[in-house]
Protein backbone atom coordinates (compact mmCIF):
# COMPACT_ATOMS: atom_id res chain seq x y z
CA UNK A 1 0.00 0.00 0.00
CA UNK A 2 0.93 3.94 0.31
CA UNK A 3 2.80 5.21 2.75
CA UNK A 4 4.86 8.25 3.36
CA UNK A 5 8.63 8.57 5.31
CA UNK A 6 10.00 11.22 6.79
CA UNK A 7 13.22 11.79 9.15
CA UNK A 8 12.75 11.47 12.23
CA UNK A 9 13.25 14.62 14.51
CA UNK A 10 13.59 16.12 16.61
CA UNK A 11 15.18 18.75 13.89
CA UNK A 12 16.71 21.96 16.60
CA UNK A 13 18.38 24.38 14.51
CA UNK A 14 19.29 28.57 15.14
CA UNK A 15 17.56 31.13 14.09
CA UNK A 16 18.25 32.06 10.42
CA UNK A 17 20.28 28.66 10.05
CA UNK A 18 19.10 26.33 6.55
CA UNK A 19 15.81 24.03 7.11
CA UNK A 20 15.38 20.71 4.99
CA UNK A 21 13.11 18.50 5.93
CA UNK A 22 13.31 15.11 3.58
CA UNK A 23 10.40 13.31 2.79
CA UNK A 24 9.94 10.28 0.44
CA UNK A 25 7.38 8.03 -0.28
CA UNK A 26 5.88 5.02 -2.34
CA UNK A 27 2.73 4.89 -3.91
CA UNK A 28 0.29 2.62 -7.17
CA UNK A 29 -0.82 5.55 -8.70
CA UNK A 30 0.15 9.66 -9.61
CA UNK A 31 -0.52 11.30 -6.12
CA UNK A 32 -1.04 15.00 -4.96
CA UNK A 33 1.49 15.85 -2.16
CA UNK A 34 1.24 18.10 0.87
CA UNK A 35 2.76 19.16 3.55
CA UNK A 36 1.14 20.36 6.86
CA UNK A 37 2.06 22.22 9.77
CA UNK A 38 0.75 21.50 13.62
CA UNK A 39 1.70 24.29 16.17
CA UNK A 40 1.63 23.52 19.49
CA UNK A 41 -1.71 22.79 20.72
CA UNK A 42 -3.13 22.96 17.32
CA UNK A 43 -4.80 21.08 14.44
CA UNK A 44 -2.86 20.69 11.13
CA UNK A 45 -2.90 23.31 8.87
CA UNK A 46 -1.62 23.14 5.16
CA UNK A 47 1.35 24.62 4.48
CA UNK A 48 1.39 23.66 0.59
CA UNK A 49 0.59 20.94 -1.89
CA UNK A 50 1.91 20.11 -5.21
CA UNK A 51 0.00 17.94 -7.72
CA UNK A 52 2.18 16.56 -10.32
CA UNK A 53 5.86 15.66 -10.85
CA UNK A 54 8.14 18.86 -11.21
CA UNK A 55 5.39 21.03 -9.92
CA UNK A 56 6.61 22.85 -6.85
CA UNK A 57 4.44 24.45 -4.00
CA UNK A 58 5.42 27.10 -1.63
CA UNK A 59 4.51 29.25 1.14
CA UNK A 60 6.10 31.11 4.24
CA UNK A 61 9.09 31.26 2.71
CA UNK A 62 8.82 26.93 2.40
CA UNK A 63 9.13 25.22 -0.72
CA UNK A 64 8.86 21.40 -1.70
CA UNK A 65 9.68 19.94 -4.64
CA UNK A 66 7.02 16.76 -6.75
CA UNK A 67 10.37 14.84 -7.77
CA UNK A 68 8.49 11.42 -9.55
CA UNK A 69 12.14 10.02 -10.29
CA UNK A 70 13.33 9.61 -6.43
CA UNK A 71 9.84 9.81 -5.31
CA UNK A 72 10.50 12.38 -2.80
CA UNK A 73 8.77 15.28 -1.75
CA UNK A 74 11.61 17.20 0.46
CA UNK A 75 10.63 20.32 2.36
CA UNK A 76 12.97 23.55 2.73
CA UNK A 77 13.51 27.44 3.79
CA UNK A 78 16.04 29.03 3.88
CA UNK A 79 15.91 31.00 6.91
CA UNK A 80 13.98 29.96 9.83
CA UNK A 81 12.61 31.59 12.24
CA UNK A 82 11.90 30.62 16.01
CA UNK A 83 7.47 31.24 15.16
CA UNK A 84 8.54 28.19 12.99
CA UNK A 85 8.54 25.74 15.71
CA UNK A 86 6.04 23.17 15.12
CA UNK A 87 5.61 19.51 13.68
CA UNK A 88 5.53 19.36 10.17
CA UNK A 89 3.74 16.19 8.38
CA UNK A 90 4.24 14.66 4.92
CA UNK A 91 1.49 13.32 3.40
CA UNK A 92 -0.26 12.06 -0.01
CA UNK A 93 -3.67 11.70 -1.28
CA UNK A 94 -5.69 10.54 -4.25
CA UNK A 95 -8.47 12.23 -5.48
CA UNK A 96 -10.43 9.42 -7.13
CA UNK A 97 -11.28 5.74 -5.50
CA UNK A 98 -9.99 6.24 -1.84
CA UNK A 99 -12.34 9.44 -1.20
CA UNK A 100 -9.77 11.45 -0.92
CA UNK A 101 -8.09 10.06 2.28
CA UNK A 102 -4.77 11.33 3.43
CA UNK A 103 -1.90 9.06 4.27
CA UNK A 104 0.46 10.89 6.76
CA UNK A 105 4.31 10.45 7.49
CA UNK A 106 4.68 10.07 11.43
CA UNK A 107 5.62 14.11 11.78
CA UNK A 108 9.22 15.77 12.28
CA UNK A 109 9.34 18.16 15.26
CA UNK A 110 11.36 21.48 14.51
CA UNK A 111 12.43 23.38 17.26
CA UNK A 112 14.20 26.94 16.26
CA UNK A 113 16.21 28.58 18.83
CA UNK A 114 17.64 31.74 19.21
CA UNK B 1 -17.16 31.36 9.84
CA UNK B 2 -15.51 29.00 11.71
CA UNK B 3 -14.37 25.93 10.18
CA UNK B 4 -14.13 22.67 11.63
CA UNK B 5 -15.01 23.08 15.58
CA UNK B 6 -14.72 19.94 17.41
CA UNK B 7 -16.51 19.00 20.61
CA UNK B 8 -15.32 18.28 23.34
CA UNK B 9 -11.71 19.69 23.38
CA UNK B 10 -10.74 17.53 26.26
CA UNK B 11 -12.32 14.42 28.34
CA UNK B 12 -11.08 11.68 30.96
CA UNK B 13 -12.65 8.54 30.83
CA UNK B 14 -12.91 5.16 32.79
CA UNK B 15 -12.44 1.92 31.32
CA UNK B 16 -15.64 0.74 29.76
CA UNK B 17 -17.36 4.10 29.84
CA UNK B 18 -18.74 5.63 26.72
CA UNK B 19 -18.59 8.62 24.97
CA UNK B 20 -19.72 11.18 21.40
CA UNK B 21 -16.64 13.08 20.23
CA UNK B 22 -18.64 15.69 17.99
CA UNK B 23 -17.52 17.29 14.98
CA UNK B 24 -19.08 20.14 12.79
CA UNK B 25 -18.01 22.34 9.74
CA UNK B 26 -19.72 25.35 8.23
CA UNK B 27 -17.66 25.04 4.99
CA UNK B 28 -20.49 22.90 3.16
CA UNK B 29 -17.86 20.04 2.70
CA UNK B 30 -18.76 16.62 1.24
CA UNK B 31 -16.17 15.23 2.86
CA UNK B 32 -15.79 14.07 6.62
CA UNK B 33 -12.91 12.46 8.33
CA UNK B 34 -11.76 10.89 11.81
CA UNK B 35 -7.91 10.48 12.80
CA UNK B 36 -6.19 9.66 15.76
CA UNK B 37 -2.70 11.43 16.09
CA UNK B 38 -0.22 9.17 18.39
CA UNK B 39 3.26 9.96 19.04
CA UNK B 40 5.46 8.60 16.76
CA UNK B 41 2.90 7.22 14.51
CA UNK B 42 1.54 10.44 12.88
CA UNK B 43 -2.00 10.43 12.06
CA UNK B 44 -4.43 7.33 11.06
CA UNK B 45 -7.55 7.50 9.80
CA UNK B 46 -10.60 5.88 11.77
CA UNK B 47 -13.38 6.62 9.83
CA UNK B 48 -14.59 8.54 7.25
CA UNK B 49 -17.72 9.71 5.37
CA UNK B 50 -18.43 10.94 1.82
CA UNK B 51 -21.67 12.38 2.39
CA UNK B 52 -24.97 12.67 4.18
CA UNK B 53 -25.87 9.52 5.38
CA UNK B 54 -22.60 7.37 4.44
CA UNK B 55 -19.58 6.01 6.49
CA UNK B 56 -16.75 3.85 5.73
CA UNK B 57 -14.07 2.52 7.59
CA UNK B 58 -10.37 3.49 7.45
CA UNK B 59 -7.21 2.16 8.73
CA UNK B 60 -8.42 1.68 12.71
CA UNK B 61 -11.95 1.80 13.01
CA UNK B 62 -12.24 -1.19 15.49
CA UNK B 63 -13.69 0.12 18.61
CA UNK B 64 -15.15 3.40 17.23
CA UNK B 65 -18.26 3.62 15.63
CA UNK B 66 -19.49 6.84 13.66
CA UNK B 67 -22.75 8.51 12.16
CA UNK B 68 -23.36 11.46 9.72
CA UNK B 69 -26.76 12.12 9.97
CA UNK B 70 -26.19 15.77 8.62
CA UNK B 71 -23.82 17.13 6.22
CA UNK B 72 -22.31 19.44 8.46
CA UNK B 73 -21.86 17.24 11.44
CA UNK B 74 -19.57 13.85 11.87
CA UNK B 75 -19.75 12.09 15.42
CA UNK B 76 -17.33 9.75 16.84
CA UNK B 77 -18.76 7.40 19.02
CA UNK B 78 -16.86 5.03 21.45
CA UNK B 79 -19.36 2.54 23.36
CA UNK B 80 -16.58 0.89 25.69
CA UNK B 81 -13.52 2.69 26.33
CA UNK B 82 -10.56 1.22 26.48
CA UNK B 83 -6.93 2.54 27.58
CA UNK B 84 -5.56 2.43 23.95
CA UNK B 85 -8.01 4.72 22.99
CA UNK B 86 -6.17 7.49 24.67
CA UNK B 87 -5.39 9.70 22.16
CA UNK B 88 -5.90 12.96 20.51
CA UNK B 89 -8.58 13.05 17.79
CA UNK B 90 -8.65 15.26 14.72
CA UNK B 91 -11.61 15.56 12.70
CA UNK B 92 -10.99 17.06 9.25
CA UNK B 93 -13.34 18.34 6.09
CA UNK B 94 -12.91 18.94 2.35
CA UNK B 95 -15.12 19.28 -0.60
CA UNK B 96 -15.27 16.75 -2.89
CA UNK B 97 -13.70 16.40 -6.26
CA UNK B 98 -10.73 18.88 -6.99
CA UNK B 99 -7.37 17.13 -7.43
CA UNK B 100 -4.98 18.54 -4.50
CA UNK B 101 -7.76 20.03 -2.70
CA UNK B 102 -7.41 20.94 0.94
CA UNK B 103 -8.58 19.14 3.92
CA UNK B 104 -9.36 21.09 6.94
CA UNK B 105 -8.80 20.32 10.65
CA UNK B 106 -10.44 20.82 13.70
CA UNK B 107 -8.48 22.24 17.08
CA UNK B 108 -8.46 18.21 18.29
CA UNK B 109 -9.74 16.19 21.31
CA UNK B 110 -7.76 15.14 24.31
CA UNK B 111 -8.75 12.12 25.39
CA UNK B 112 -7.52 9.86 28.10
CA UNK B 113 -9.12 6.56 29.04
CA UNK B 114 -7.84 5.22 32.90
Known amino acids: GDSVTQMEGPVTLSEEAFLTINCTYTATGYPSLFWYVQYPGEGLQLLLK?????DKGSNKGFEATYRKETTSFHLEKGSVQVSDSAVYFC?????????????FGTGTRLQVTL | NAGVTQTPKFRVLKTGQSMTLLCAQD?????MYWYRQDPGMGLRLIHYSVGEGTTAKGEVPDGYNVSRLKKQNFLLGLESAAPSQTSVYFC?????????????FGPGTRLTVL
Open chain 2, 27 to 31: MNHEY
Open chain 1, 91 to 103: ALSYTTGTASKLT
Open chain 1, 50 to 54: ATKAD
Open chain 2, 92 to 104: ASRTRGLRGDTQY
